[in-house]
């Protein structure tokens, strides 16, 4: 199964990563993530948007 959040605020403790990212799309497939970024387009079973 594949779930996109759509819009999330993203807290990194990952060095390499900004400390915050503001509206920002996570891929989560099988129970991992596969993607952080901003405008993910691939397809997802389901759709979660989290600016609300």
């Known amino acids: 199964m594949r779930i996109l959040i759509k819009n ?3 807290i990194s ?3 390499r990563r900004p400390k ?3 509206n920002t ?3 989560i497939e099988e ?3 596969k993607k952080i970024e901003k ?3 691939d397809e997802a079973d ?3 948007d ?3």
Do not use: P, W
């Open 8 to 10: 999330a605020n993203v």
């Open 13 to 15: 403790m990952d060095e």
């Open 20 to 22: 915050l990212e503001e």
């Open 25 to 27: 799309d996570i891929l």
């Open 31 to 33: 129970a991992y993530i």
């Open 39 to 41: 405008g993910i387009e």
């Open 46 to 48: 389901r759709v979660i």
């Open 50 to 52: 989290a600016s609300r």
